[in-house]
């Protein structure tokens, strides 16, 4: 991992005292939208959906780490609007894939430093639907005990929303992927001759058909999510998640002439899936969801 000095203000905001009686959850992702929803918005693409298919917003790869305060015998829950529940990991027992809510039992959490947890505490499918997992788990996030000796220090799903196409859930839009009412900036991306580059810019400068646009650089991304996430994050969970997805964008395979980063609102988050940790120690709970829109984009004359 390449180490960045980010601005003071930014840089890790979680020191917990041992008498704070609050467990802070971090949660970050990606929310991608489906092809039916993309290229059904571009004029002369061919392409047939089948009647049953409807568009939707995919969340792609949501970690849950906590901090804070220790905790005991809690459940912690994510529950959907609405649509399924596509990827779980560690996988409850009682795990049923229809349901719209998804519970796990931690017997414990707790602050033990970087202790590297040995593999054979490590639940099973360690890299299930192909993400680099172990990554994730090289900070100091509470390692979770979710009992039968399964330890990790994180929680992991993916889920799949469907939404009316006429009417998707903002900030998104049917014809151009990101409104252009939507006040925070936006990272571009093009593939040009094989070269990523890249541009920062307001939601209505997208459709400019010549934006001046540079090479890409990390430090310019890390920098531009740091601002974003405004101390909702730690810098070690930011570079975690561009770890992630960092080539995928790189790759150039995204359809469309460009693809759009930028940071969801959190009341949007929240109206797709909400999680909640309870406790029978009743705990402060300090809940922090960051998440990216990741849009490809046709530019329509």
């Known amino acids: 991992m390449i180490p960045l ?40 693409q061919e392409y047939s959906s089948h009647p049953w298919n ?18 005991h015998d809690a459940q912690f829950t994510v529950e959907l609007s609405s649509g399924h529940f596509t990827e779980v990991f560690p ?34 499918n360690r890299t299930c639907s192909g993400w680099a997992m172990d990554e994730w788990r090289n900070g100091a996030a509470h390692v979770l005990d979710f009992g039968n000796g399964i330890m990790d220090r994180f929680i992991f799903y993916e889920c799949s929303i469907p939404f009316d196409v006429d009417n ?3 900030p998104f839009t049917r ?11 936006v990272l571009v991306f093009s593939n040009e001759n094989n070269q990523i580059k890249i541009t920062l810019c307001g939601a209505d400068e997208i459709a400019n058909s010549s934006p001046e646009m540079v090479p ?16 909702d994050m730690k810098s070690d969970e930011l570079n975690d998640l561009w770890n ?16 759009l980063v930028f940071r969801i609102p959190v ?11 309870e406790s029978p120690q009743d705990p402060d709970i300090v809940i922090s969801r960051f998440y990216l829109g990741m849009v490809p984009f046709s530019w329509i004359q």
Not at 216 to 231: A, D, F, H, P, Q
């Open 54 to 71: 409807s568009p939707s917003l995919d969340d792609k790869a949501p970690v849950v780490y906590f901090y804070g305060h220790d905790f």
């Open 168 to 170: 998707p859930p903002y």
């Open 244 to 259: 992630t997805w960092e080539d995928y964008v790189l790759s150039g395979e995204w359809h469309g002439d460009r693809l």
């Open 5 to 44: 000095m980010f601005a003071a203000a930014l840089v890790d905001t979680i020191i917990a005292p041992d008498d704070w009686n609050s467990v802070i959850i971090h949660e970050w992702g990606v929310i991608t939208i489906s092809e039916e929803m993309f290229i059904e918005s571009v004029p002369d």
């Open 216 to 231: 890409y650089s990390r430090k310019t991304v890390m920098e531009t999510l740091c601002e974003w996430s405004n101390g």
């Open 267 to 277: 009341s949007t988050i929240d109206r797709m899936t909400t999680i909640r940790l």
């Open 91 to 124: 996988c409850p027992d009682d795990f049923n894939p229809d349901d719209f809510t998804i519970t796990w039992s931690i017997l414990s959490g707790c602050n033990m430093g970087e202790y590297e947890l040995p593999p054979s505490v490590l639940p099973e």
């Open 175 to 185: 014809r151009r992927g990101l409104d252009s009412s939507f006040e925070g900036q």
